[in-house]
């Protein structure tokens, strides 16, 4: 089993940043890949990014330049730095690790483990 807790959410007012970030404990994730969802009030949870044990990242297009997902596997850890964030960035942040490299890491249904989140809000 695969336990991750996530910290690092706050408020913080448009254009400001935040960084995210992600212990795990468990297993040794360097092999795992590693993601950041997301899920506003009455919306759905939405794929933000993802690193892959190869280094290979993903985005969504909403936030991409903004945000940087980085690993540290000597640390057990993922990590997300969010710059220039918008009110619309406003959300519960949910940490996910996974071995399935065969679908799409933008479907939530392709992650096997999930933090319980932490809440980012963003005031215009």
């Known amino acids: 089993q695969v336990q991750l807790v996530e910290s690092g959410g706050g408020s913080v007012q448009a254009g400001g940043s935040l960084r995210l970030s992600c212990a795990a404990s468990?297993?040794?994730?360097?092999?795992?890949?590693m993601g950041w969802f997301r899920q506003a009030p009455g919306k759905e949870r939405e794929f933000v990014a993802a690193v892959y044990y190869s280094d290979v990242t993903y985005y969504a297009a909403t936030v991409k330049g903004r945000f940087t997902i980085s690993r540290d596997n000597g640390k057990n850890a993922v990590y997300m730095q969010m710059n220039n964030l918008k009110p619309e960035d406003t959300a519960v942040y949910y940490c996910?690790?996974?071995?399935?490299?065969?679908?799409?890491?933008?479907?939530?249904?392709?992650?096997?483990?999930w933090g319980q989140g932490t809440q980012v809000t963003v005031s215009s």
């Open positions: 468990g297993r040794t994730l360097s092999t795992y890949a």
């Open positions: 996910a690790a996974t071995l399935d490299y065969s679908n799409s890491a933008f479907e939530s249904r392709t992650w096997h483990y």
